[in-house]
T-cell receptor
């Protein structure tokens, strides 16, 4: 089942912050975050494994709450280059392991204006 | 190669014809995935190959869709008797065994059925 992302779209001015949420109805083994610019392939940002870790990538960080089956992506002091569609991909936890494939949300369109 | 290579980049075909899409994964990546992305939509899982294991075909939308992979190298996705609803970008991705470094996506094949 597809994870649910919110919001569907967000518009920022350069330097502002944003949070994108991803929630699943299934037990998760990992959560991936990707960014896709128009007409291009999705690009991997980071992976969070079960254990509630938080990771960072430049001024982009994310958290994963395994119990709530939720992940959030935090973009701070946004730059024009952050514009794009952000997808979370969830890997289900089955029998203590994973099902080895990602199910993606519908995406969040982020627009950063000067 | 340095990245995931897909061919052709664009394909226009007549309704009812068969098409074959090709994916060359990153050398050494044992896992290979096919996803479909309709205009403005998220990524829809189609099929997953892992080494010599039986592929996970659970995402193939109908028996008109099939895919093969030779060992840990090239994969082909075949769509028989194409329909207009098959029009989409077909993305291939590869990863290491445990995908902890994320998926690397190819640039996709844009399929248009007229």
């Amino acid at each position: 089942q597809q994870p649910v992302q919110s919001p569907q779209a967000v518009i920022l001015r350069e330097g502002e912050d944003a949070v994108i949420n991803c929630s699943s109805s299934k037990a998760l083994y990992s959560v991936h975050w990707y960014r896709q610019k128009h007409g291009e392939a999705p690009v991997f940002l980071m992976i969070l494994l079960k254990g509630g870790e938080q990771k960072g990538h430049e001024k982009i960080s994310a958290s994963f709450n395994e119990k709530k089956q939720q992940s959030s992506l935090y973009l701070t002091a946004s730059q024009l280059s952050y514009s794009g569609t952000y997808f979370c991909g969830t890997e289900e936890s089955i029998s203590g392991g994973s099902n080895y494939k990602l199910t993606f949300g519908k995406g969040t369109l982020l627009t950063v204006n000067p | 190669g340095a990245g995931v290579s897909q061919s052709p980049s664009n394909k226009v075909t007549e309704k009812g014809k068969d098409v074959e899409l090709r994916c060359d994964p990153i050398s050494g990546h044992t896992a290979l995935y096919w996803y479909r992305q309709r205009l403005g939509q998220g990524l829809e899982f189609l099929i997953y190959f892992q080494g010599n294991s039986a592929p996970d075909k659970s995402g193939l939308p109908s028996d008109r869709f099939s895919a093969e992979r030779t060992g840990e190298s090239v994969s082909t996705l075949t769509i028989q008797r194409t329909q207009q609803e098959d029009s989409a970008v077909y993305l291939c991705a590869s990863s290491t065994d445990r995908s902890h470094y994320g998926y690397t996506f190819g640039s996709g094949t844009r399929l248009t059925v007229v």
